[in-house]
């Protein structure tokens, strides 16, 4: 099993940056594909991006291509995610998940979850 554990969230204006952290214990991190999921209020959690176990394949949701950036450190045991020209529409609370599996880009592909950390973007 893993456990992970996002960190790094908070209040930025418009157009500022933030950088995600999710640290991850248990199995070899290098074993599991790292996603990121952000959720807001009233709607369904939602796919952002993954990266593969050696970091070298990622995947982006449409709404952040251009603008996130997934990356690893697997001697870290962490993932990080760059959030760069935010906007209003990016507050949410963002998730990090891990499966042995990857290329999943539904919440039910993902095995193991943090518990979030609160993104808002001030407009």
């Known amino acids: 099993q893993a456990q992970v554990e996002e960190s790094g969230g908070g209040l930025v204006q418009a157009g500022g940056s933030l950088r995600l952290s999710c640290a991850a214990s248990g199995r070899s991190f290098s074993d599991y594909a790292m996603g990121w999921f952000r959720q807001a209020p009233g709607k369904e959690r939602e796919f952002v991006g993954s990266i593969s176990w050696s970091g070298g394949r990622t995947n982006y949701a449409d709404s952040v291509k251009g603008r996130f950036t997934i990356s690893r450190d697997n001697a870290k045991n962490t993932v990080y995610l760059q959030m760069n020209s935010l906007k209003h529409e990016d507050t949410a609370n963002y998730y990090c998940?891990?499966?042995?599996?990857?290329?999943?880009?539904?919440?039910?592909?993902?095995?193991?979850w943090g518990q979030g950390t609160q993104v808002t973007v001030s407009s």
């Open positions: 998940a891990a499966d042995i599996l990857w290329g999943g880009v539904q919440p039910s592909e993902y095995a193991y």
